[in-house]
């Protein structure tokens, strides 16, 4: 397995899957999304691991256009709505999460400033080199929050257009770094080290607010985009029919309950909740950002080399 979640919330699950089949042992290695989707290609003549577990859908269709996943449509397909999985099996949906800013309140209170609510705001000069989140090539929250930005501030919905390009400059100027995980940035803000992380409202919970850092939680008011955390099965893995249990079990209300721990939004309805999970109706989306995922999962190779031309990272 080709696990995209951190190291602590991945064996949070393999851990309860161990106890519902003790006779299926998982060897899994922890990747950022793109670290993922580079290691399937690269092993596209020998596959070495059988399914690709969590990041955002735009990764898992880039794979499947790519010809390196099988199809297989689980128990999820009974309540999965058509834009939370592929129509031929490819991928499946199982947690969604929006797009945030995690803000350090001990820098807001010093400089007498109010946390970000708009994408403008990222460009203040009070948040200069005050600024982290992960390459666009790496972390699949940091394509979220590209393809977010270009729906967000562009006239045009799908790509660069002058307005978002100008933007995406200015504010990989602002960065103080990258970082290859997209959630790396919320202990970076929590710590001080920057003043900002722009991560997955979930990471900013558990890893941010959760664990007692001084940080805020906000959204921009243009509207956010959001991942459809997505599982696969890679084409040719060693054990297919095991990856099979394991994404039946993932699909299951009990799975997706233990999301509480890491502030998730499951995509089963049965699934228990957790505590202030902050939810589609809570956030201002982006309209019509769902039905254009595709797209951008499509053309994410071309996406991240316009990213990489226009910023030099």
Not at 57 to 67: K, N, P, R
Not at 256 to 268: D, I
Not at 299 to 308: A, E, F, M, N
């Amino acid at each position: 397995m080709y696990s995209a979640f951190d190291v602590d919330e991945t064996r949070i699950y393999l851990d309860a899957f161990a106890k519902a089949y003790p006779d299926i042992e998982v060897k899994w290695t922890r990747m950022s999304s793109g670290e993922v989707l580079a290691r399937i290609r690269a092993e596209a003549a020998n596959p070495q691991a059988s399914i690709w577990f969590a990041g955002p859908s735009t990764g898992h269709i880039a794979a499947a256009q790519d010809g390196l996943l099988e199809p297989y449509k689980s128990i999820a397909w009974q309540y999965l709505p058509a834009d939370f999985k592929d129509p031929d099996g490819y991928w499946a949906g199982f947690y969604t999460g929006f797009i945030g800013f995690a803000t350090n309140t001990n820098f807001l209170a010093k400089n007498n400033l109010d946390p970000p609510t708009s994408w403008y705001d990222l460009l203040k000069p009070e948040f200069y080199h005050e600024i982290s989140g992960a390459y666009a090539y790496t972390s699949g929250t940091a394509y979220t929050t590209l393809i977010s930005i270009l729906q967000a501030i562009g006239p045009e919905k799908l790509g660069f257009d002058p307005e978002s390009t100008a933007y995406v400059k200015e504010l990989a100027n602002h960065y103080h770094h990258f970082n290859k995980s997209g959630s790396a940035c919320v202990t970076e803000a929590g710590l001080g080290e920057v003043a900002i992380g722009i991560a997955f409202s979930h990471d900013v919970l558990a890893k941010g607010i959760k664990k007692g850092y001084p940080v805020t939680l906000s959204f921009p008011k243009e509207g956010t985009g959001y991942e459809i955390g997505a599982v696969s099965l890679i084409k040719g893995g060693p054990e297919t029919e095991l990856a099979k249990v394991f994404i039946d079990w993932l699909m299951t209300s009990d799975a997706q309950s233990l999301f509480q721990a890491w502030n998730r939004v499951p995509l089963n309805p049965e699934a228990e909740l957790a505590e202030g999970l902050v939810t589609a109706s809570q956030v201002a989306l982006i309209p019509g950002f769902g039905a254009r995922i595709t797209w951008y999962g499509e053309h994410k190779q071309d996406i991240v080399d316009q990213w990489r031309d226009i910023t030099g990272e």
